[in-house]
């Protein structure tokens, strides 16, 4: 059977003829259900760049309203095609029998499968470990390459929980490699945690993990000794870019009240300098030189 799978397959890539056939004419062979999510992506996808491939069917006979077609290879293309209020179908025609043509659509269902999380990762560890790069084994499996380097880098650390909320789309891919670079397997769970009960997002928990490396670096300390390990939860965390984002308001603040201060002197040495008495009292003084903060704020002719 292997002999005659081929032998069909081949000959379907040598078909070259496209026929526009009314969508009504057309009947699935051998239907399957899809996914949802994939379903619409395959949408947009034919929706912006077009049908890249024909639709493969057969002959399968003739009614009152005239000759109709089976469709062998292409179901998923058909119902987009159909989605988006197309009429006529790109098709390419291909004679097979009743046994071929099943067997055409068992060997489509089965290619089409959609492989299981275990069997993705096994693949990717087996490619990465013959030498393959990350663009050439994206190349291989048709995924893009920041996915497969991000992937690449959770396995890698051992990370299968981390991998199973990303398939499971509970997180972004980039927030869970950022979660594999928190310190502890405690802080993960609780960044896991916090993202889930929607506690803090994305961006508030990768400045939340920034702060507790930078901690798990220095060493926080308290009175001369180290303080107290705690264990992290989606509150203690919240607590901690709280405090951070308080922290960095009070810096913005005294950043802004310096900025004042240096305004009020430039304006107020501007007006001085403005004065060509006290520009001689300077001179006669030995003063020469203005901190550079405010002279480059004051117009050259200005300076003494």
């Known amino acids: 059977m292997n002999d005659r799978v081929d032998k069909i397959v081949s000959a379907l890539s040598r078909s070259e003829h496209i026929t526009l056939i009314p969508v009504e004419r057309l009947r699935v062979l ?23 491939r024909p639709i493969t069917v057969a002959h399968g006979g003739c009614d009152a309203e005239g000759e109709w077609h089976e469709v062998l290879c292409g179901q998923g293309r058909l119902e987009a095609l159909k989605a988006l209020g197309e009429t006529l179908i790109p098709c390419s025609i291909v004679e097979a029998n009743e046994i071929d043509r099943y067997l055409i ?28 790069t990350t663009e050439e084994i994206a190349k291989k499996t048709n995924l893009d ?3 497969i380097n991000g992937i690449l880098q959770l396995l890698e650390k051992g990370e299968q929980r981390l991998i199973q909320a990303v398939e499971k789309r509970v997180m972004p ?12 397997e405690e802080v993960q769970v609780a960044m ?24 798990e670096v220095s060493g ?13 939860t989606p509150q203690k965390l919240l607590r901690t870019y709280k405090n951070e984002v308080r922290r960095q ?19 107020a040495l501007r007006r001085f300098l403005a004065d060509e008495h006290f520009r001689t009292l300077l001179r006669a003084e030995g003063v020469k030189d203005i901190p550079e903060a405010v002279a480059s704020r004051i117009p050259p002719e200005l300076m003494p």
């Open 30 to 52: 051998n239907p399957r259900t899809r996914n949802p999510y994939f379903f619409s992506q395959l949408v947009e996808n034919i929706a912006s760049v077009g049908l890249k």
């Open 105 to 132: 659509t068992l060997t489509e269902n089965i290619a089409r499968r959609r492989h299981s999380t275990a069997e993705l990762l096994s693949g990717l560890q087996v490619l990465r470990a013959k030498g393959y």
């Open 145 to 147: 390459d920041t996915y």
């Open 173 to 184: 891919l980039w927030l869970a490699v950022e979660v594999a670079r928190a310190p502890t």
């Open 192 to 215: 896991v945690a916090a993202y889930e009960s929607k506690t803090l997002n994305g961006d508030q928990l990768l400045r939340v993990r920034r702060i507790l490396s930078k901690r």
């Open 220 to 232: 926080k300390k308290m009175h001369g000794r180290p303080a107290p390990r705690e264990k992290p």
């Open 249 to 267: 308001k009070m810096v913005v603040q005294n950043a802004n009240l310096q900025e004042q201060r240096l305004l009020l002197i430039t304006s």
